[in-house]
Structure formats: C-alpha cells, structure tokens
Nanobody
Framework: QEQVVESGGGLVEAGGSLRLSCAASGFTLGTYTIGWFRQAPGREREAVSCISGRDGDTYYRDSVKGRSTISRDNARNTVSLQMNSLRPEDPDVYYC???????????????WGNGTLVTVSS
C-alpha cells in the first residue's frame, strides 16, 4: 500500500529554519510528483511546493520563493522541504502528498500523509 509519512515539524523562532521530510513506502518516490501543502484552521489547504518525478521541475508559491527549497533523495525514497526565515504567517499543518502526474494542487494528488505541525514563535 502506498504511503507517505511526514516528519520534521516543530516549534521554531521567527527567522529560524526547519527541514520537513516526506518518506515514501510501497512505491518508488522518484517516479511521482511529491508536493508539500499546508492548512491553517478555518482556511483552505494550499500548495507550498512541489517537485516532479519525471524531470525534477519544481513549483513554489510566491510567499515562500527564495526562502524554501524542495529536494528529493531517490536513494532514501524521501523528499525534503527546507524552510528558512520562517514568518509568523507560516505556522500550519504541513502535509506531504503524491501524484503520478505533474500536478501541484490539492485535488490533483493521489494520496496524502497525516501532516506535521509547524509553529513559529515571535
């Protein structure tokens, strides 16, 4: 059964950094699009960053461009999201999701992890 599991969330001071990891099991992560999404209470889930399994194309939402980097390690079957200069508006539950196609919106993904919480203190 295909599954992705997130890790790396936690409490960080504003301006600090976190590295989120998405570990895959039951499928070869390198052949899938892997995306990071986030959702705050009462708000819609939004795409943060995605990376294509086919050619490594990436997408970043405007608010994280220049301070976030998505990368994959096919040998370890993981995708990471390095987030720097974290802001008070960044705290959310962050989800990893996978899709067989190159997509980066929530209803286009095929399966999801349970999420990891990111909290930023001011």
């Amino acid at each position: 059964q295909e599954q992705v599991v997130e890790s790396g969330g936690g409490l960080v001071e504003a301006g600090g950094s976190l590295r989120l990891s998405c570990a895959a099991s039951g499928f070869t992560l390198g052949t899938y699009t892997i995306g990071w999404f986030r959702q705050a209470p009462g708000r819609e889930r939004e795409a943060v960053s995605c990376i294509s399994g086919r050619d490594g194309d990436t997408y970043y939402r405007d608010s994280v461009k220049g301070r976030s980097t998505i990368s994959r390690d096919n040998a370890r079957n993981t995708v990471s999201l390095q987030m720097n200069s974290l802001r008070p508006e960044d705290p959310d539950v962050y989800y990893c999701a996978a899709a067989i196609r190159w997509v980066c919106f929530d209803y286009g993904m095929d399966f999801w992890g349970n999420g990891t919480l990111v909290t930023v203190s001011s």
